[in-house]
């Protein structure tokens, strides 16, 4: 089993930034992709930005250019830098775990963190 912990959620103004760690702990296999989805309510939960145990990333075009991802590979930590934030970036955050073991592919997913851009 794996379990991930969020932190780093609030509330920030337009413009200002945030940084979310997600730490994973259990079962992890050298070989996964974390990352983080949003959710707003009524609508489905969407990718923002993905990396995997080898550096390759991926973001959603609504964040490219103003966030970045990093993971420490030693810690099984992931984090997501956000700048420039703006009021649709509003959303829970979640962090995401992607691992194959045994030829069978496991989601694993944290509890949310909570991310407001307000004036």
């Known amino acids: 089993q794996v379990q991930l912990v969020e932190s780093g959620g609030g509330l920030v103004q337009p413009g200002g930034s945030l940084r979310l760690s997600c730490a994973a702990s259990?079962?992890?296999?050298?070989?996964?992709?974390m990352g983080w989805y949003r959710q707003v309510p009524g609508k489905q939960r969407e990718l923002v930005a993905t990396?995997?145990?080898?550096?390759?990333?991926n973001y959603a075009d609504s964040v490219k250019g103003r966030s970045t991802i990093s993971r420490d590979h030693g810690k099984s930590t992931v984090f997501l830098q956000m700048n420039s934030l703006k009021p649709e970036d509003t959303a829970v955050y979640y962090c995401?775990?992607?691992?194959?073991?045994?030829?069978?592919?496991?989601?694993?997913w944290g509890q949310g963190t909570q991310v407001t851009v307000s004036s």
């Open positions: 995401y775990l992607h691992q194959v073991v045994a030829s069978l592919g496991y989601d694993y």
């Open positions: 259990g079962s992890i296999f050298s070989f996964n992709t």
């Open positions: 990396i995997n145990s080898f550096g390759s990333t």
